[in-house]
């Protein structure tokens, strides 16, 4: 007789969970609504591949005016979604087919691009909450339907994508704000503006030499000696992301310390040479890209020595951006 009265008892706890739980999902699941459908005819099939990441991009320009310059003839570009300062959600290519717009083919092959109006150079493009908002919404729709890990490895940069010449979103695009927003949805909020450090991140090995890696707990790359300072772009899980020998890298932050009190360099043009001493007569030993960031050891006239991988590197300080760290 007892049975019945706990069966009765569970049911009246664990269905309205359930309902809860499948709501909860089927919410995560819907797909934000679009303001607009502008389908662009720049796009492949994308037949099997896997889409397994998120692209950010800047238009270098205004929401409306990408969205034209997609349907136009001679573009040869596209991205599956244009986003205004606003808020304005437009699709222009659907998820099933691949757009042109990552500049590297197997990139475009597993990727969803997206456009936000704006500069990347401009610090007051990311300043509309509204845009930011939205497309983190949007991102983390396509991860949760898309089984995409809503991390670094997976939401990049343009910049980030290899064998191409972009910087967008570009220096003051903020990733820690847009992970969270990703990760946690609408109940993220802002840190306020007059709150937050002005100034690169610098840090300093701490370790006698220290593991460089392709991602958190990623494969090694190479090592580094105690003393060595970057730039922090982001900080995730114990891990700071740099620029490292011109791509991006990890670090455990168990292992370094913030500095003050030094020069970043922040590069502008689309490729710079590094070579071993203060010359062009000096050996290329590899090269930096646009929107990457490098601290600086010393000066010697116009070139800078900074601090490229395991050893120093040399660039021409023509074709940087320099400001103080924090």
């Known amino acids: 007789m007892l049975r019945p009265a706990i069966s009765k008892i569970n049911r009246s706890f664990w269905i309205p969970s359930l309902l809860l739980l499948i709501s909860s999902f089927l919410s995560a699941q819907t797909k934000p609504t679009l ?14 591949r896997t889409i397994n990441k998120v692209i950010i991009h800047t238009i270098e320009g205004s929401y409306r005016g990408a969205i034209r310059y997609f349907q136009m003839n001679r573009s040869r570009v596209s991205a599956h979604y244009c986003i205004s300062e606003k808020g304005e959600l ?5 998820d099933k087919n691949i757009a042109w717009h990552a500049g590297n083919w197997s990139y475009n092959e597993t ?23 939205k497309s983190a919404e949007l991102t983390r729709y396509l991860c ?44 993220a909020t802002p840190v306020p503006t007059a709150t937050n450090p002005t100034g690169p991140d610098v840090i300093e090995t701490t370790a006698s030499w220290l593991n460089v890696r392709t991602g958190i707990w990623g494969t090694r790359l190479s090592s580094i000696p105690r003393g060595s300072r970057f730039v922090r772009l982001e900080s995730q899980r ?21 500095v003050s009190g030094t020069t970043v360099h922040t590069v502008t043009t689309s490729k710079l040479n590094v070579r071993k001493g203060p010359s062009t ?23 800078s020595k900074f601090w490229y991988s395991s050893v120093p590197g040399w660039f021409h300080g023509s074709y940087t951006h320099t400001e103080n760290s924090r």
């Not at 303001?35 to 099997?48: A, E, F, I, M, Y």
């Not at 150079?121 to 845009?131: P, V």
């Not at 007569?281 to 070139?303: A, N, T």
């Open 111 to 133: 990727s969803i691009g997206i456009e936000h109006e704006g500069y990347a150079g401009r610090s007051s493009t990311w300043t509309h909450d509204a845009m930011l908002r």
């Open 35 to 48: 303001d607009d459908t502008q389908l662009s005819q720049h796009h492949t099939v994308r037949n099997s």
């Open 90 to 94: 437009t699709q222009c290519v659907l």
């Open 144 to 187: 949760l339907k898309y089984n995409i890990p809503m991390d670094r490895q997976h939401i990049i940069g343009h910049v980030e994508v290899p064998n191409q010449s972009h910087w967008d979103p570009g220096p003051h695009f903020p990733w820690n704000y847009y992970m969270t927003l990703v990760r946690q949805g609408s109940t």
């Open 281 to 303: 007569r000096r050996s290329r030993i590899g090269h930096v890209r646009r929107g990457q960031k490098y601290v600086e050891i010393r000066p010697s006239g116009s070139w």
């Open 238 to 258: 114990g891990w700071a992301r740099i620029n490292w020998r011109g791509r991006t890298a990890w670090l455990s932050e168990k292992y370094v310390r913030s």
